[in-house]
């Protein structure tokens, strides 16, 4: 699976080790930056482009690091399609795919280590969507985006 992925400056070191683990799981990593440590990266150009790049076609899914990951997952779920989900855990990995079919995973750099990391994106690319009620719901957030109202 083609995975996009993008850091600000808190999260390239945990980005590149994962960029390196998702290769080795038969994935392609799509690195689209940041590429340093060097402060003050604006985030959300990289969340756009990670995003865009998922909405379009060009990769399955999307990675994006911050240092708390909490102003990544609001820039993402700007883009109109995307469904980003900031997970801190296997549990709430596997809830933001199945119940929420999420496309991109936002991740806290800061707060998690390399192999909680892994464990976090392994949960999340394994899980399926469940369907069902859930799609009603992501029909209505869908509706929400077009600026439609809700039944």
Not at 88 to 112: E, G, P, Q
Request: charged content about 20%.
């Amino acid at each position: 699976m083609l995975i996009a992925l993008a850091a600000d400056h808190n999260g390239v070191e945990l980005k590149s080790w994962l960029c390196g683990w998702l290769t080795a799981q038969g994935h392609t990593p799509d690195d689209r930056g940041a590429y340093d440590g060097v402060p003050h990266t604006d985030y959300p150009p990289l969340c756009a482009d990670v995003c865009l790049q998922v909405v379009h076609g060009a990769a399955a899914r999307g990675v994006v690091l911050g240092g708390s990951g909490l102003g990544e997952s609001i820039a993402c779920n700007k883009i109109r399609g995307i469904r980003a989900g900031l997970c801190h855990d296997v549990r709430s990995a596997r809830i933001s795919r199945a119940n929420n079919d999420s496309n991109v995973l936002v991740l806290a750099a800061k707060v998690l280590s390399p192999r909680a990391a892994e464990q976090i994106v392994a949960a999340w690319l394994e899980t399926p969507f469940k369907g069902g009620e859930h799609r009603r719901r992501l029909d209505q957030i869908a509706a929400l985006e077009r600026g439609a109202p809700l039944p």
